[in-house]
C-alpha cells in the first residue's frame, strides 16, 4: 500500500464530486449497517432476560458477546474481503446481511447455552461479509475530501442500531419475551439483504484513483503484506482496537449494569437507555466526520489528534458514569461517554481507505475490522465478564461496577498509540513536503 502514491491520488481528485445516486448508495449502506448493531446488540441489551431465561453468568454472557462472536467475525473477514475485492461487493453484502439475519431469528429458537452461543456465532459468519465491502463500496462513490463525513455518515448505523435495539428491542421482550424480539428483528434483516441487491450497483473500482484497479487482482498474500508492513496501519488498527476494548467492553453489559446495579426497569431502558445511545454515538460519529474532512487538510496528523483527545476528555466523565449513585445521573454522564467514545471510528476507515489502493480496499478493511475487533469485541466483553464473576465471588456487593472501573486504564493505552501515530503522520507529511 503506497503512501506516497495515496498523497498523490487524494491530490488529484480533491475536488471531483460524488457518483450519481451517491447519496442512495450511503443511505442504503447505512441502513444494512443499522440492521448489522441491531442484531448484535440484542445480546447485551436483553442480557438480564435471558440470563434469568437460561441461567448464564456474566462470565458466559461474555464469551458469546466476545470471544465466541468474535473469533469468527474476525477471522472470517479476511477470507469474504478477499473474495469481495475480486467479485461483486454488492453480492458479498447482500448475502452476508441474509445470513446473520436468519441466525439472529434462530437465537429467539435457542432453548440453551450451547444452541445459543452457535446462533450467535453464525451471525459472527454472517457479519463477516457486511461491513469491508462497504467501506470500498462507499470510497468508490466518494472522492477524496468527502470521504471523512461520508464515512460519518455510514458509521450512524451503529448508533441508530444500538438506539432502536434498546427500544424496540426491549419494548418487544417487554411485552412478549426476549426470543420474540430475536426473531422480529431478523426478519428485517431479511428485508435489508433485498434492498442491496435493488438499489446498490456496483461502482467501477477506483472511481477516483489513477490505479486501474478493473485489471488488477490483488493476492491474497500480497495484501496481507502489505497491510502488516505499513506502521501507520497497525497502529491506527491497534489504537482502534484498545479504544473498543473499552466501548464492547461497556456496551455488552451497559443495559445488565444499569437495571442489576442502578435500578432501571426493561420499560425505562428501552426509552432512556435508547435516547442516550442514539444521540450520543450519533453526535460522536458525525462531529468526527466533520472534524476529519475539515482539519486533515491541514495535516493528516489529525487522523490521530482528533480521536486521541476525545478519549482524554471521556476518561472523566466514564468514572462518573460508573460511580454514580442513581441511573439518571448515571445516564447523564454516559450521554457524553457515547459521544466521545466514537469518535475513532470515522477517523480509522477513512484513513485506511485513503491509505489502500483501490484493488486491496475491501481486505483492508477487513484487516482493520479483525485487528480492532478481535481486540475489543473478542476480548473486551469476555474480560468484563470474567472479572464481574471474579469480584462477586471476593464478595463485592455491587461486581459488575467494579469490573467497569477497571476498564479505565485503557483509555490511557488508546491515547498513546493515537499519539505515537500522531508523530508517525507528521513525519511522514514533512518527509513528503522534503520530496516535493
Excluded at 440470563?51 to 477471522?75: M, P, R, V, W
Excluded at 447482500?94 to 434462530?106: D, E, I, R
Excluded at 445511545?277 to 486533515?296: C, E, N, Q
Aim: proline share 5%; with cysteine.
Amino acid at each position: 500500500m503506497d503512501e506516497m502514491g495515496s498523497a498523490a491520488r487524494s491530490a488529484n481528485h480533491a475536488g471531483a464530486e460524488p457518483l450519481p445516486r451517491a447519496r442512495l448508495v450511503l443511505w442504503t449502506l447505512t441502513f444494512v449497517y443499522v440492521v448489522n448493531f441491531l442484531d448484535r446488540s440484542l445480546l447485551g441489551i436483553l442480557a438480564k432476560p435471558i440470563q434469568d431465561s437460561l441461567h448464564i453468568t456474566d462470565g458466559q454472557l461474555g464469551l458469546i458477546g466476545g470471544l465466541y462472536f468474535a473469533f469468527f467475525y474476525c477471522f472470517i473477514a479476511i477470507p469474504v474481503g478477499w473474495l469481495a475485492d475480486r467479485t461483486s461487493r454488492v453480492g458479498v453484502l447482500s448475502l452476508a446481511c441474509a445470513v446473520w439475519s436468519a441466525a439472529t431469528s434462530f437465537c429467539g429458537l435457542a432453548s440453551s447455552y450451547t444452541q445459543l452461543v452457535i446462533a450467535r456465532m453464525m451471525v459472527g459468519v454472517g457479519e463477516a461479509g457486511g461491513v469491508p465491502p462497504s467501506y470500498a463500496l462507499i470510497t468508490d462513490y466518494y472522492p477524496p475530501g468527502r470521504r471523512g463525513l461520508a464515512f460519518g455518515i455510514y458509521n450512524l448505523g451503529p448508533p441508530i442500531g444500538v438506539a432502536l435495539g434498546i427500544a424496540f428491542g426491549a419494548s418487544i421482550a417487554a411485552a412478549f419475551d426476549w426470543r420474540a424480539a430475536f426473531i422480529a428483528m431478523g426478519a428485517i434483516g431479511i428485508v435489508a439483504a433485498v434492498a442491496v441487491r435493488v438499489i446498490v450497483k456496483e461502482p467501477p473500482r477506483g472511481t477516483f484513483d489513477k490505479v486501474d484497479a478493473a485489471t488488477r487482482k490483488a493476492g491474497f498474500w500480497e495484501t496481507m503484506g502489505s497491510f502488516f508492513s505499513n506502521p501507520t496501519l497497525v497502529l491506527i488498527a491497534l489504537g482502534s482496537g484498545a479504544t473498543q476494548f473499552i466501548t464492547y467492553g461497556l456496551g455488552n453489559f451497559t443495559s445488565l449494569f444499569l437495571m442489576r446495579e442502578k435500578g432501571m426497569t426493561l420499560e425505562e431502558v428501552a426509552i432512556w437507555y435508547a435516547l442516550v445511545a442514539g444521540f450520543g454515538m450519533s453526535a460522536g460519529m458525525l462531529i468526527s466526520g466533520r472534524a476529519i474532512d475539515t482539519f486533515v487538510r491541514r495535516s493528516k496528523t489529525y487522523y490521530a489528534l482528533i480521536p486521541a483527545g476525545s478519549l482524554a476528555l471521556a476518561i472523566p466523565l466514564y468514572v462518573a458514569f460508573v460511580w454514580a449513585p442513581g441511573w439518571a445521573l448515571s445516564l447523564a454522564f454516559l450521554t457524553g461517554v457515547m459521544v466521545l467514545n466514537y469518535f475513532y471510528l470515522s477517523s480509522a476507515v477513512t484513513l485506511v481507505q485513503e491509505e489502500a489502493r483501490p484493488d486491496q480496499r475491501v481486505m483492508a478493511g477487513a484487516l482493520l475490522l479483525l485487528i480492532m475487533n478481535f481486540i475489543g469485541l473478542g476480548l473486551g466483553p469476555t474480560y468484563v465478564g470474567a472479572a464481574s464473576d471474579y469480584f462477586r465471588s471476593l464478595g463485592h456487593a455491587l461486581p459488575l461496577q467494579t469490573a467497569l472501573y477497571t476498564l479505565t486504564p485503557f483509555y490511557v493505552i488508546a491515547i498513546i498509540i493515537f499519539l505515537v501515530l500522531a508523530r508517525r503522520l507528521r513525519g511522514q507529511q514533512q518527509f513528503q513536503g522534503a520530496v516535493a
